[in-house]
């Protein structure tokens, strides 16, 4: 490790939609740093199969089921965490859904669910982490917003007014935790190769996307480096795709 980074070893991270994906990789990428890791997503099965693959790594992890839908499960979500880790560190807020159509074909309860979950998850998450990320000297907040946070796509409206509503929060909030010592980044990713990726672009070219892996990357970079610049966004996508540019 370089004299300009930070260890993680120890320190205690929730990482919402852990079970597959961008979420998945960032939970295994932070268990190699020695990191202690609280698993939030909908599917157990899933989570315990991260889990297990991140305690045989050698690091500690707890797997917690829950519905971002739900105030009360996100506020036990986090006191589980601080039970069993004694503190927290790093919020990861991860877990996104995306239902894709034409506009004036969208039904309300789909708008709902995405902002419920992107949007409204991401907030009662960062609302009930803030209190134990201020006993820490330096402490992070991670939101993985998307390219759709700063460009609109058609067919993808609400996804994409889920995603702004994030990122406008993430500024918002950055402004007023920034003296308790937390830093609030955004990554704004273009193309990954995920299973939401398929759903909304099923036309696309999976060779031409990244990989949830460089994500994971530049979540650890953000964590360990030291230091007082504050990031507002990072924007990636590779040289060589067209999509969501």
Known sequence: MADSEVSLAGKVAIV???????????????????AKLALVARNEADLDSVRAAIEAAGAAALSIPADLRSESAIASAVEATVSAFGRLDVLINNAGVGIYGPFEKMS??????????NARGTFLFCRESIPYLRHQDISHIVNIS???GVKGYPNQSGYSASKHAML??????????????????????????????SQSRPDLDRGILMQPEEIADWVLFLLTRRGNAMIDEIHLRRESSTPWA
């Open 16 to 34: 919402t939609g852990a079970s597959r994906g961008i979420g998945k990789s960032i939970a295994l990428a932070l268990g190699r740093a020695g």
């Open 108 to 117: 309300v309860a789909d708008w709902d669910t995405m902002m419920s979950v």
């Open 146 to 148: 998307s390219v759709m």
């Open 168 to 197: 406008g929060m993430s500024k918002a909030m950055a402004r007023e935790v920034q003296p308790d010592g937390i830093r609030v980044h955004a990554i704004c990713p273009g193309g990954v190769d995920t299973d939401m990726s």
